[in-house]
């Protein structure tokens, strides 16, 4: 079974950077596919960003273009997402998640999702 651990949350205030950090293990490699999901306080999870292992094929939701980077290593079981000029409204847990096969697109139905890590922004 496929399992994902994440690192790299914490507190910063607005305009501050994070990385986020996520590594893969026990799974099959090839095409597969890698990103983030965010969900805050009393809101619906929105897919951030994913990025596939083939030909490296990166998406962004709207709301983080231009801020977060979404990208996998050379051994393609991490996967990094490096976000920049936070907002008080990116405040939320952040999942990582995995599945098999493409991206098509930053919110794709993922088969594996790791416990999460927390990023808190303030004014």
């Known amino acids: 079974q496929v399992q994902l651990v994440e690192s790299g949350g914490g507190s910063v205030q607005v305009g501050g950077s994070l990385r986020l950090t996520c590594v893969a293990s026990?799974?099959?490699?090839?095409?597969?596919?890698m990103g983030w999901y965010r969900q805050a306080a009393g809101t619906e999870r929105e897919g951030v960003a994913s990025?596939?292992?083939?030909?490296?094929?990166?998406y962004h939701a709207a709301s983080v273009e231009g801020r977060f980077t979404i990208s996998r290593d050379g051994a393609e079981n991490t996967v990094h997402l490096q976000m920049n000029s936070l907002r008080p409204e990116d405040t939320a847990m952040y999942y990582c998640a995995f599945k098999y096969g493409r991206c098509g697109g930053p919110s794709p139905e993922y088969t594996t999702w790791g416990r999460g890590t927390p990023v808190s922004v303030s004014a």
């Open positions: 026990r799974y099959d490699p090839g095409a597969t596919c």
């Open positions: 990025a596939a292992a083939v030909n490296r094929i990166t």
